[in-house]
């Protein structure tokens, strides 16, 4: 516009223009840039959105603030999922039982090490004492020959189970808390079945020690035990290994310790083994049942737990308003579950039930009710909270064998093969379980529910049965029926020699658990939990 021939050239005393307007040249590269700009825009954040869909299943985000993810099927942002914080405890390796088992898995011969199980008196056979018989008695590598019963009145009773052979070793196995982790009843016990032993002619080679209650203080009787078999030949098995855990007020929430440094062969002749509760038999029998009536009712020749139609969306099996010791974690537990009642996902309402079952005053052992059962299976969550001051219940690997997607708060000493996300779901808040329980249930994300829940539950039938437990302890590793979930897995029990004569009742007689119909109240829990 300055060339002085110009057609539009200023002049000298023309006001100098504020705006002049773009050719039309200049307009079109305009808006090609700014179309440009858009749709790189646009393509990076549908590249975000992608990488957040394909990561669903993990829990790593870098942020400390929730992020919304996309359903794997497309669509709008469902629920923010959050952190999840779960430690990672240097100590908590060196209690597996795979590195320093009782018997070597070379020691064994062709034929099956033999146990000779000490518990307390006959007239309350503990819970622990019926599924490690019982673990026993399904093994494949392990006989029961013989079973010791201190009486109340510290008289003891042998039931003879099976032959013995004198060529194989005897392994001793001691119900600590069957005994109330009295040092003076142990060594008295493990005394008289050694002197027994020794009137047969019976080799007695190893000694393990079994403590299902929830502490973590070793029972301080490792003098006796050495004195009684040596230090070397003796071994100590723990279903609590955490210390430190404590209901914080100030963040209401609990605060999850450390797992306490194993004192290892200061102890014993090694390391104390991690042991904790497999699921119960019992309620493995009943999830059968109730699959093979739903086999029927819908015509199928072959249906898995996790196939089962399911009417509840979340379930937490506690009482509302309970004010008892140690449940105050439960408790917040509760109010969450509870808050969630017809809460909005996707184009329905949630179902949630907050409810108890068993007596109020005395909680039965041993006993669970087809109701209890039913309630489960027809849950597609199941929420499980340890108590304030300890670790693991029976509850958890129990809604895992239903075939349910099972929450859990974080639990420091986790059973082995057990991770967030792949087969079971971890919660460290109110706020993440609320956040977890609407992205689970959210219908657009049932599919990715159905896996995680199927998983767990092969997991829990494949690794966590009474027999797994006990072989772990034994020989470092399960050894029968590994990852057979989808047939009859349970191996029948060793057929008892008919020459044997039971100085007392059956103990598996007296380990029947009552089942009750489905209109009975539902089950009880262990006072363990």
């Not at 002049?11 to 700014?34: A, G, N, Q, Y």
Request: aromatic residues 8%; glycine residues 6%; contains cysteine.
């Amino acid at each position: 516009r300055h060339h002085p021939y110009h057609p539009h050239r200023r002049r000298p005393d023309e006001s100098r223009r504020l705006f002049c307007f773009p050719t039309k040249k200049t307009h079109f590269i305009f808006l090609i840039s700014v179309i440009i700009y858009l749709s790189i825009s646009h393509l990076r954040s549908q590249n975000v959105h992608f990488l957040l869909a394909d990561r669903t299943n993990l829990m790593a985000v870098q942020s400390d603030a929730p992020r919304t993810f996309l359903s794997t099927t497309g669509g709008a942002p469902v629920v923010p999922l959050p952190t999840v914080v779960i430690p990672h405890d240097v100590n908590f390796e060196s209690y597996s039982p795979h590195h320093d088992p009782i018997l070597l898995l070379s020691e064994p011969t062709s034929k099956p090490a033999q146990v000779h199980f000490l518990t307390g008196s006959t007239a309350s056979i503990s819970t622990q004492a019926r599924f490690l018989i019982e673990g026993i008695e399904r093994s494949q590598h392990l006989k029961l020959v013989h079973i010791s019963f201190l009486e109340q009145d510290g008289s003891v009773k042998v039931l003879e189970v099976n032959g013995v052979d004198t060529k194989v070793p005897i392994l001793w196995m001691v119900d600590v808390l069957g005994l109330g982790h009295d040092c003076h009843d142990i060594e008295a016990l493990i005394r008289h079945a050694k002197d027994f032993d020794r009137k047969q002619k019976k080799r007695s080679s190893r000694l393990l020690l079994i403590d299902y209650s929830g502490s973590s203080e070793v029972v301080p009787c490792s003098r006796q035990m050495d004195d009684l078999v040596g230090k070397k030949y003796w071994r100590m098995a723990q279903r609590g290994i955490t210390h430190g855990r404590y209901w914080n007020p100030e963040r209401n929430w609990v605060e999850v310790g450390a797992v306490r440094p194993n004192p290892g062969t200061k102890l014993s002749g090694g390391n104390v083994l991690h042991s904790p509760f497999p699921v119960r038999e019992i309620v493995v029998m009943e999830v059968d049942k109730f699959v093979e009536k739903q086999k029927i009712l819908r015509g199928r020749d072959k249906l898995r737990p996790v196939d089962v139609t399911r009417g509840t969306d979340v379930i937490l099996f506690w009482r509302k308003g309970d004010s008892s010791h140690y449940g105050s974690l439960r408790r917040e537990v509760a109010s969450v579950v509870t808050s969630l009642q017809s809460a909005e996902v996707g184009d329905r309402k949630l179902r949630t039930l907050v409810r108890f079952f068993g007596e109020l005053d005395t909680l039965e052992q041993n006993v669970v009710y087809a109701k209890y059962v039913e309630e489960m299976m027809g849950t597609k969550a199941i929420v499980v909270a340890q108590r304030d001051e300890w670790e693991d219940h029976y509850r958890l690997m129990e809604s895992l064998a239903t075939g349910a997607l099972v929450f859990t708060d974080v639990v420091v000493g986790v059973p082995e093969g057990l991770i967030h996300q792949k087969n079971i779901i971890v919660y460290d808040s109110a706020e993440s379980l609320r956040q977890l329980l609407l992205y689970y249930l959210h219908p657009q994300n049932d599919r990715e529910r159905i896996s995680i829940a199927k998983k767990g539950w092969e997991l829990v039938m494949g690794h966590h049965r009474c027999w797994h437990r006990v072989e772990e302890l034994v020989f470092g590793t399960a050894l029968t029926t590994v990852d057979e979930v989808y047939d009859t897995t349970t191996p029948p029990r060793r057929e008892r020699s008919k020459t044997s004569k039971p100085i007392t009742r059956d103990p598996m007689e007296l380990a029947e658990v009552s089942i009750a119909e489905a209109e009975s109240p539902v089950s009880t829990e262990p006072s363990e939990e």
